[in-house]
C-alpha cells in the first residue's frame, strides 16, 4: 500500500504551531520516539524523555516551547512548538489514518438480512451477515462491519462505525460518528431482581440505552438497559475494553474510563471525569463533574466535590499487608483502649 506524505507547512495550518525548519519537508506518518525514521514525524510529551528526544532520528519533533530549549542543540531536525504535544499527536494521527484508509464500500453485502420494515440510508456499508430487524434506522455513511446485530428499531446516526460482530438490542440509540468495538453489548438486560422467600423473581427490563455524539465504546464492553427509565451516556464519552455499565446509569458527557471498570446500577456520574482501570462504582451513588478515580479504586459513597480520589492500599509484601491488616481489623479495640487511656490522663492532671 502507497502512505501519503504531507508537508509540515501543511500539518502547521491545520493545527497551529511554531514551525522552526522547513515547511516543504514532508513527513509519512507519525512513530514513537525511539522508533521514528527519517521519514517521520514523533513528538515528546513526556519531558522525562529528553535525551531519548535529542537523539531521536525523526524528520521532525512535536514538542512544548520549555523541551526544545534542551533539546535544540543536540536534534538537528525540524520542530513544531505546540503547548500540548500529546494532542498535536493524536490529531497528527488522526489526518494519516484519513489519508491512507481505505474507504468503506457502501451498500448491503448479499449474505446481510435486512427486514423490509428497516430504513438504511443508500450511503451506509453493511457487511457480511449483519442482522438489522425491522423499524432500525441506519443513518447515513454508517458502517456496519460483519457479523453485527440490530435489533427492532434501533436507530444508528451518521458516519457510525460498528465493528464487527458487535450486538445493539431492540430500541436503543447511538448518535453520530460513535465508534463500537467488536464484542460490544449494548442494551442487553439490567441486573435487576426481586428476592422473594430465597427464590429470585426478575424484573423486565423496559428501558433503552441512549448514546449520544462520538461516543467510543471499547471491545466487549457492555452497557445495560435501564429497568423502567434509559441508561444515558452523554456526548464525547470514551469507554475502553471489558467496562460494565449497569442499568438506569447515567455518564456524563466527555467522561473517559479505562479498561475494566464496573459501574453498578443507577450511578450518575458526571462530565469531564476519568476512572483508572479497574475502578468500581456502587450503585445509586452521584459523582460531580471533574472528578478523577485512580485505578482499583472502590467507590462506595458519592463523591460530591471535584478532585483526585484513591481507595486503595498501597502494593507491599505479602507479610508486612498481613501485619497491616491486623493492624487494622484492631483499630476499635485500640481507639476505645486510647480513649481509656485519655480518661486516666485527664484525670491525673486535675489532681495535679
Known amino acids: ?27 509519512t506518518g507519525i512513530a514513537p520516539l525511539s522508533d521514528a525514521d527519517a521519514s517521520q514525524l514523533t513528538f515528546l510529551s513526556n519531558s522525562k524523555l ?6 531521536t532520528k525523526a524528520a521532525a519533533l512535536i514538542v512544548t516551547e520549555a523541551d526544545y530549549e534542551h533539546v535544540r542543540s543536540s536534534y538537528q531536525g525540524a520542530c513544531i512548538v505546540f503547548a500540548n504535544p500529546y494532542v498535536y499527536f ?29 430504513v438504511v440510508h443508500e450511503t451506509a456499508s453493511i457487511g457480511p451477515h449483519v442482522s438489522i430487524e425491522a423499524e432500525a434506522v ?28 458487535a450486538t445493539v438490542y431492540d430500541y436503543c440509540v447511538i448518535g453520530t460518528q460513535g465508534i463500537i468495538h467488536s464484542g460490544a453489548v449494548i442494551g442487553a438486560d439490567g441486573f435487576g431482581f426481586a428476592n422473594e422467600k430465597g427464590r429470585w423473581i426478575k424484573i423486565p427490563q423496559t428501558g433503552r440505552v441512549v448514546i449520544g455524539n462520538d461516543v467510543e465504546i471499547g471491545a466487549n464492553t457492555s452497557i445495560d438497559r435501564g429497568a423502567l427509565a434509559d441508561t444515558i451516556i452523554e456526548d464525547g464519552v470514551k469507554l475502553d475494553n471489558q467496562i460494565q455499565i449497569g442499568h438506569n446509569c447515567h455518564i456524563g458527557a466527555h467522561t473517559a474510563m479505562a479498561g475494566c471498570v464496573g459501574v453498578a446500577g443507577s450511578a450518575k456520574i458526571g462530565k469531564h471525569c476519568t476512572f483508572g482501570g479497574a475502578a468500581m462504582v456502587l450503585g445509586h451513588l452521584t459523582i460531580v463533574d471533574n472528578v478523577h478515580i485512580s485505578s482499583g479504586s472502590m467507590v462506595s459513597r458519592s463523591i460530591l466535590e471535584p478532585g483526585q480520589y484513591t481507595g486503595f492500599y498501597p502494593l507491599a509484601k505479602n507479610a508486612d499487608w498481613e501485619k497491616s491488616a491486623v493492624i487494622v481489623r484492631n483499630l476499635p479495640s485500640m481507639r476505645e483502649k486510647v480513649r481509656e487511656l485519655e480518661k486516666t490522663i485527664k484525670v491525673l492532671a486535675d489532681k495535679s
Open 1 to 27: 500500500m502507497t502512505t501519503k506524505s504531507i508537508r509540515l507547512g501543511e500539518l502547521v495550518d491545520r493545527f497551529g504551531g511554531q514551525l522552526i525548519g522547513s515547511p516543504d519537508l514532508s513527513v
Open 50 to 55: 529528553k535525551q531519548q528526544a535529542a537523539s
Open 90 to 118: 493524536a490529531r497528527t494521527a488522526q489526518l494519516f489514518a484519513e489519508l491512507n484508509k481505505i474507504p468503506a464500500v457502501t451498500g448491503i453485502h448479499p449474505t446481510a438480512w435486512v427486514s423490509p420494515a428497516a
Open 138 to 165: 441506519i443513518g447515513e455513511h454508517a458502517v456496519l462491519e460483519a457479523g453485527v446485530v440490530i435489533g427492532r428499531g434501533v436507530e444508528i446516526g451518521a458516519h457510525t462505525l460498528i465493528h464487527a460482530n
